[in-house]
C-alpha cells in the first residue's frame, strides 16, 4: 500500500532532524575526546542532550517504557561488574551512545517509508508504527533478483523484528545477518565473476566465500557502500553462534539493533528507490 504523502513528509522531516543531531554530536564528541575539561563543549554537549530527549520522547510517544526512551535512558549509565547500572559514564563515551539510540530512530522510520505507516507528529508514537508495519504484507524485498529467495528473506525479516520484541537478541542478530548475506550473495551473483574482476575477489565461487568477504567485495564493487563497517564482531562471526550456543555469544540488545541498522542500510544500497 502507498504510503501516505502527508505521513512520508513527516518521515522525512523527523529523519532531517535526526541527522542534524548525529551531526552534531559526531562534532562534540570529537571537542570533548579532545579537550574533555573544557566548559565550552560540556554547556553545548547538555543541551543537545536535552534536544535529543525532546525528539526521543516525542518518537517513543511519551512511553518511558518505549525501547527507543529505554536506549535513551540508558545511555548515561554505566555497569559495574556484576552487571548493575551506576551513574558516571564519560561525556565523550555518553555523546557516543546517544548517536546509537539517534541511528536506531534512523534505521526504524528509513525501514518504515516504503509504504507502511510511520512516527508522524508527535502525538504520534514510534511503537505503534512499528506495529501497523510488522502487520503489513512484506513489500521490502522486490529488489532481490532471485524470485525463490524473496518470500523467504520477508519472512526472516519480521521474524527478526519478532525476536526483537521479545529479547531474543542472539536470534535476532544471526536472522539480520543471514538476510544480509542473502541479499548480498544474490546481488553479487547477479553482477557476476567477471563483472566483480575489478574489486579483486577471491578464487573459487562465491557461495565459498566467507560472510566477510562477501561485504567487503560487494563494497570494493560499488554495489553497497561502507554502512557493514557498524557491524559488531559478534555479527560478523554469526555463522559460529548456533541455538545451542546463544548463551556464550552473549548478544546484548545494542549489538542485535546495530545488525539491524546495518541491514536496513545495505537494503538502501541495493534499493535506491525505496
Keep these: 500500500m502507498p504510503i501516505d504523502e502527508n505521513l512520508r513528509g513527516q518521515i522525512e522531516t523527523y529523519l532531517s532532524h535526526l541527522d542534524g543531531l548525529i551531526s552534531r554530536g559526531c562534532q562534540l564528541r570529537d571537542a570533548l575526546t579532545t579537550d574533555p575539561s573544557s566548559a565550552s563543549p560540556i554547556a553545548a554537549t547538555r543541551a543537545w542532550q536535552e534536544d535529543c530527549g525532546v525528539t526521543i520522547n516525542q518518537l517513543s510517544g511519551g512511553s518511558k517504557a518505549h525501547w527507543l526512551a529505554r536506549s535513551f535512558s540508558e545511555a548515561f549509565l554505566m555497569r559495574s561488574k556484576d552487571g548493575r547500572a551506576v551513574e558516571g559514564a564519560e561525556p565523550a563515551e555518553i555523546v557516543t551512545r546517544l548517536i546509537d539510540v539517534l541511528e536506531q530512530a534512523v534505521a526504524t522510520l528509513s525501514g518504515m517509508g516504503d509504504g507502511t505507516s510511520a512516527a508522524g507528529s508527535s502525538s504520534a508514537s514510534l511503537s505503534a508504527s512499528q506495529s501497523a508495519a510488522q502487520e503489513a504484507p512484506p513489500q521490502r524485498f522486490d529488489f532481490v533478483h532471485n524470485p525463490e529467495l524473496r518470500p523467504i528473506v520477508e519472512q526472516a525479516y519480521l521474524d527478526c523484528r519478532r525476536a526483537l520484541e521479545q529479547e531474543n537478541y542472539?536470534?535476532?542478530?544471526?536472522?539480520?545477518?543471514?538476510?544480509?548475506?542473502?541479499?548480498?550473495?544474490?546481488?553479487?551473483?547477479?553482477?557476476?565473476?567477471?563483472?566483480?574482476?575489478?574489486a579483486s575477489p577471491p578464487p573459487g565461487n562465491i557461495a565459498d566465500w566467507s560472510f566477510n568477504t562477501r561485504l567487503a567485495v560487494a563494497e570494493k564493487a560499488g554495489l553497497i557502500r561502507n554502512g557493514c563497517a557498524r557491524l559488531p564482531a559478534v555479527a560478523r562471526t554469526y555463522r559460529d553462534h548456533s541455538d545451542a550456543e546463544s548463551g556464550k555469544a552473549a548478544v546484548s540488545e545494542r549489538e542485535a539493533r546495530q545488525a539491524g541498522q546495518v541491514l536496513n542500510v545495505v537494503m538502501r544500497d541495493l534499493d535506491p528507490g525505496r
Aim: net charge negative; aromatic share 0%; with cysteine.
Design 170 to 198: 542472539d536470534l535476532a542478530l544471526r536472522t539480520s545477518c543471514g538476510i544480509l548475506e542473502a541479499i548480498v550473495t544474490d546481488a553479487l551473483a547477479d553482477k557476476g565473476l567477471g563483472a566483480l574482476a575489478a
